[in-house]
């Protein structure tokens, strides 16, 4: 057998390996359709979950420009939380500020839905577009083009709890001990305290660019 049929056939059988070893592996996975996780979440509604991916988006990116992360951590993991305080601090130790200005997300769309020991995660798909550039927090000098908008993709994986309470619930506030509404601002009205949504919704728990 010459040298060059000998590696056509071997490469045709690496090739079938390979075809056999993804299918196993990808019939092996806990990945679901929307349909199949409506069962164990009746009131999903794809449509209004991503709209609130986009919104929990630019919230969570107004937050790192504005430098007010405290008012987005109930709907974020404490390891996303800490990459925007990371950002905060890098951009505050160069006496700068990165600018997403005129924030908005669109073409957002479910790529995945994996189920875990203990929870349930999404993953989306999302172009941002925003001017794109850095502002001197002294002088107010701008560098980077802040007229015209890019566009930048996003991934996101957000995780809801097997086990989550229903939204609108009735709670105690950890801190004044009012009774409060779980909602979209989390915080207590009363005193002001920050809580977790992670035990009532989804929370983004990893985000980066595509």
């Known amino acids: 057998m010459s040298i060059h049929l000998w590696w056509e056939l071997s490469k045709k059988q690496y090739e079938?390996?390979?075809?056999?070893?993804?299918?196993?592996?990808?019939?092996?996975?806990?990945?679901?359709?929307?349909?199949?996780?409506?069962?164990?979440?009746?009131?999903?509604?794809?449509?209004l979950f991503l709209s609130?991916?986009?919104?929990?988006?630019?919230?969570?990116?107004?937050?790192?420009?504005?430098?007010?992360?405290?008012?987005?951590?109930?709907?974020?993991?404490?390891?996303?939380y800490q990459d925007g305080v990371n950002l905060v601090n890098?951009?505050?130790?160069?006496?700068?500020?990165?600018m997403y200005d005129m924030l908005n997300a669109q073409d957002s769309h479910i790529t995945s839905i994996e189920e875990t020991d203990d929870a349930y995660v999404i993953s989306v798909f999302l172009?941002?577009?925003?001017?794109?550039?850095?502002?001197?927090?002294e002088t107010g000098k701008v560098t980077g083009d802040d007229q015209n908008?890019?566009?930048?993709?996003?991934?996101?994986?957000?995780?809801?709890k097997k086990d989550f309470k229903k939204e609108g619930l009735i709670k105690k506030c950890p801190t004044c001990g009012a009774s409060l509404l779980i909602?979209?601002?989390?915080?207590?009205?009363?005193?002001?305290?920050?809580?977790?949504?992670?035990?009532y919704d989804f929370v983004i728990t990893r985000m980066y660019k595509s």
């Open 183 to 199: 909602n979209n601002s989390g915080k207590c009205e009363y005193c002001g305290n920050t809580y977790n949504l992670e035990d």
């Open 127 to 137: 172009n941002s577009r925003y001017l794109d550039y850095y502002m001197d927090l």
């Open 90 to 98: 890098e951009w505050k130790s160069r006496k700068a500020r990165h």
């Open 52 to 80: 609130k991916v986009q919104n929990m988006f630019i919230k969570y990116f107004s937050a790192v420009m504005l430098d007010k992360l405290d008012t987005v951590k109930h709907f974020v993991s404490d390891s996303v």
């Open 16 to 47: 079938k390996y390979c075809f056999f070893y993804v299918i196993i592996f990808l019939n092996g996975s806990d990945a679901m359709s929307i349909e199949e996780y409506k069962k164990f979440d009746p009131e999903f509604d794809e449509q």
């Open 149 to 160: 908008r890019v566009t930048v993709p996003y991934r996101l994986e957000l995780t809801k």
